[in-house]
């Protein structure tokens, strides 16, 4: 790997294109790649064989913007990773610590409508913290849609953790109580420990959050529709025997 191939070599990669209307899995080709951080330009570091080397000095974390197009729409989508070298020369190895999408900007993630509005804003607002990269913001966030949660059921203790265990002792299932304390232990850590979870992490916690919104507002919410089309066919059964 030449010092240029680092940061310039234009490539290819099989990826789920992030265009709702598209959305397939695809294969992608990158257009643009330079480091914006800590300055702007194309290469990694300098030194370009003997004659002329670039008066540029090594960098050994820095970040860098991708332009990727996708091959079936032909639309761009652009990228920013923060990455880091460890080892030199031929023992180089450059490690992505974070990527985010910036263009198209991904859509939060969403509740369904069974779930109580405070809940689900609350949720929606942790997920735009999450897509903008703010993991202990997105923590909090997560956290205090699962606070919501536990008032809307009607827990009042003042922790969390009382809330949680309240709903426990009127018999919700175990599985949302795990769900739930895992989001809450998250939450604790953002909130207490300025603990940033990783994108891996967080993408649990908002699916234990939608788990145990599922469980507690859609279930009980199709039961209740589906007993009440039950109810009308049998009334209009009864009309028109
Ligand atoms: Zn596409």
């Given at each position: 790997m030449t010092e240029q191939e680092k940061l310039v070599s234009l490539q290819q990669r099989r990826a789920v294109c992030p265009y709702p209307d598209c959305a397939t899995g695809t294969v992608m080709d990158m257009v643009d790649q330079r480091m914006i951080a800590p300055e702007s330009r194309e290469?990694?570091?300098?030194?370009?064989?003997?004659e002329g080397s670039l008066p540029v000095h090594p960098h050994s974390s820095w970040t860098q913007q991708e332009c990727w197009v996708c091959q079936l729409c032909g639309r761009s989508v652009l990228e920013v990773i923060e990455c880091k070298q460890t080892g030199w020369g031929k023992d180089a190895r450059i490690e992505e610590l974070t990527r985010l999408v910036l263009w198209p900007s991904p859509p939060p993630r969403v509740l369904p409508p069974d779930v109580p509005e405070r809940i689900r804003s609350a949720y929606e607002e942790a997920s735009r913290a999450e897509n903008a990269g703010a993991a202990r913001l997105a923590g909090v966030g997560y956290r205090s849609a699962v606070e919501e949660l536990c008032k809307d059921q009607g827990a009042t203790h003042h922790t969390l953790h009382g809330k949680i265990q309240e709903l426990a002792a009127k018999g919700l299932p175990a599985d949302v109580i795990t769900a739930l304390d895992e989001t809450r232990v998250v939450g604790n850590d953002s909130v207490h420990h300025g603990v940033a979870y990783s994108a891996e992490e967080l993408a649990d916690i908002a699916e234990l959050v939608a788990e145990a919104a599922v469980l507690l507002y859609v279930q009980p919410a199709q039961r209740r529709r589906m007993a009440e089309s039950r109810r009308r066919r049998h009334e209009a059964a009864q009309q028109n025997p």
């Open positions: 290469y990694a570091f300098g030194g370009f064989g003997d």
